[in-house]
């Protein structure tokens, strides 16, 4: 009860949509552990880059971000103005809460949401590696560290004009092959020297052999074009600001960085560099760094036109 009349006198109290105040803004009315969502705003409600930040139900920040300005095509495709838009994402890991939104810019405007947290199911997966996979990970070598700081450095990168795919993506892959591992599995790899370690996996494998085509997932600008030690081959293509995928362990790379790509062009082929214990193909995807199920991005339809419409449209008949 105190924060409900904190936040009803501080600012705007929204509770799964829209239910006090104006406004030309969309939020979920949810968020998956794991999965990317969005927040759209139109027509002047907030000032350009606010910011939108979920904070748990123990008052820990979860995530934070700014926003970014959809094209101005797409503005006059939908029918508004001023279209801004902020990704969300929290770990895979996070458990189910009742967690919250604040949207707030820098003139002082603030909402707040409830944003209910619904943790992911994952499966279980134990890895035996090598003398050589386990020195990788038990011993790495000033390269990997080195080469782990580098690519965080673009995960964390945000370009505000990096606005190149507007539709839904499609799969790195074609014809549907099976996963050998999903988004989210929690893995436990032993170690030869008896010793183990647990993590969970960041992205989806596809049980490819070598050699299979690898197709962007999407339109974008290739960040990174490098053979690396634990991820081998390794291209990194940025879609959106804050939104890159990721394609590990490929046999040869076909683009290099500052290329522009285009959704479903060739980028290379399926191997089994890096730490692998077979060919298969890694696609995964950050948003702000956090790693994310891809084929959400797939399904969803996140931020292409028809989606905006049907967001802008339910708002407004929520408020009508």
Not at 50 to 64: A, N, P, Q, W
Not at 179 to 197: H, K, V
Request: aromatic residues 10%; neutral net charge; proline residues 6%.
């Amino acid at each position: 009860m105190k924060r409900f009349f904190a936040v009803f006198f501080g600012c705007l109290l929204f509770w799964g949509g829209t239910l006090w105040g104006q406004s030309n803004l969309w939020v979920p009315s949810s968020l998956q552990a794991g999965q990317a969502a969005a927040v759209l705003v139109w027509n002047g409600t907030l000032s350009p880059g606010f910011r939108v930040t979920i904070i748990s139900e123990r008052g820990k920040t979860l995530y934070s971000a700014h926003s970014f300005p959809l094209p101005p095509e797409m503005n006059s495709q939908v029918g508004v103005a001023n279209l801004q838009a902020a990704l969300l994402a929290v770990d895979a890991m996070t458990p189910s809460q009742h967690a919250f939104l604040k949207v707030s810019d820098a003139r002082g405007t603030a909402y707040e949401f409830a944003l209910p947290i619904q943790a992911g199911q994952f499966p279980r997966e134990i890895l035996h590696l090598n003398r050589a996979m386990s020195n990788l990970r038990e011993k790495p070598s000033p390269v990997v560290h080195e080469q782990a700081v580098s690519i965080w450095d673009i995960y964390l990168a945000v370009h505000p004009q990096a606005i190149f795919q507007d539709q839904s993506w499609c799969l790195p892959v074609k014809g549907h092959p099976p996963i050998s591992s999903p988004f989210g599995d929690t893995r436990t790899f032993i170690y030869t020297d008896g010793n183990e370690a647990s993590t969970y996996h960041t992205g989806i494998d596809f049980a490819v052999v070598q050699g299979t085509p690898v197709w962007s997932c999407g339109a974008g600008k290739v960040l990174l074009s490098q053979n690396r030690k634990l991820t081998g081959e390794t291209v990194v293509i940025e879609h959106w600001p804050g939104v890159y995928s990721d394609y590990f362990h490929l046999s040869k790379r076909l683009v290099e960085v500052g290329q522009i790509v285009q959704q479903n062009q060739l980028v290379g082929y399926s191997g089994a560099t890096g730490l692998v214990t077979g060919p298969h193909l890694h696609w995964e995807v950050r948003v702000h760094g956090i790693p994310v199920n891809g084929e959400n991005l797939v399904h969803r339809h996140l931020l292409d036109k028809s989606w905006i419409l049907a967001k802008i449209g339910s708002a407004d008949r929520k408020r009508g």
